[in-house]
């Protein structure tokens, strides 16, 4: 039993940790343990990502393509053009037809493809915006052409 402390006491161990000669604190700190000021159980709340467009197809059960458009300064001219992007929507309904302005939620990815939601756009006032139909009627009175004879 002493000749096996003797030889622990006599081995000599290379790295500079074994003795305490390197510091804990000037070590870098893992990134995955919780964060000691907020509670594990609280979620992360991230902002969800809406954004607005034009309905370009609509042909697929429950599935529109939004066209949204968005100004970005062009990298070598630095003037401010048009970029495009096609997104496919989630849209259970079928109720939005091609031409309809609507807004894309972000959810949870539905398909290979799909991961928002086609949602309707309220217009200012707080009513649907709706395409065409009875133009500048707000107050749902039918104007004197629309009256019968």
């Not at 809406?50 to 062009?74: F, I, S, W, Y």
């Not at 290979?112 to 009513?127: D, E, I, Q, Y």
């Amino acid at each position: 039993m002493t000749s096996l402390t003797f030889s622990l006491q006599s081995l000599k161990l290379s790295s500079p940790f074994a003795h305490g000669s390197t510091p804990l604190s000037s070590l870098s700190k893992p990134n995955f343990f919780p964060n000691p000021s907020r509670p594990a159980s609280v979620p992360v709340i991230r902002a969800m990502k809406t954004m607005q467009g034009r309905v370009v197809c609509a042909t697929n059960d429950k599935t529109v393509a939004v066209e949204v458009t968005r100004l970005a300064p062009h990298p070598k001219y630095k003037r401010r053009v048009r970029m495009k992007k096609k997104y496919q929507a989630h849209d259970p309904d079928n109720q939005f037809k091609v031409g309809d302005v609507v807004r894309l939620e972000k959810s949870r990815p539905i398909s290979k493809t799909k991961s928002f939601v086609a949602l309707p756009v309220l217009a200012r006032g707080g009513r649907r915006a709706e395409g065409g139909g009875q133009a500048g009627n707000d107050l749902g009175i039918p104007l004197e052409s629309q009256q019968p004879v």
